[in-house]
């Protein structure tokens, strides 16, 4: 499965970016989705992850109330909202696929995207 995140950039704090995730594969509906983030000098993070059908999603304590996961199966599509973005928010951000349809913390993300970078200044 490939992946290819899209939709960062340069937003001043307080302000919002919506990422997209997209695959060309339709086997990507099956599959539970992650978001993940590096900042510099940092090891990569768990963000948010969404089960194939989109019905329970889970998030780091850090966006929580801020980010939004989702997913569109028939666009082969993978969203994350972000809202109220602060500086320690940026970072690149990867998206991932876990070849399993309900998301687990056990289970490794096989397939991963290039990352895009979001830079929040204050």
Known sequence: VQLQAYGGGL???GG???LSCGSSRRTFRGYAMGWFRQAPGKERE???AI???GESTDYADSVKGRST???DNAKNTLYLQMNSLKPEDTAVY???AQNRPFYSTDWPYHYWGQGTQVTVSS
Do not use: K
Request: glycine fraction near 0%; charged fraction near 10%.
């Open 11 to 13: 937003v001043q704090a």
């Open 69 to 71: 996961i989702s997913r």
């Open 51 to 53: 089960n194939f059908n």
């Open 16 to 18: 919002c970016l919506r």
């Open 94 to 96: 990867y998206c991932a």
């Open 46 to 48: 768990f963000v948010a």
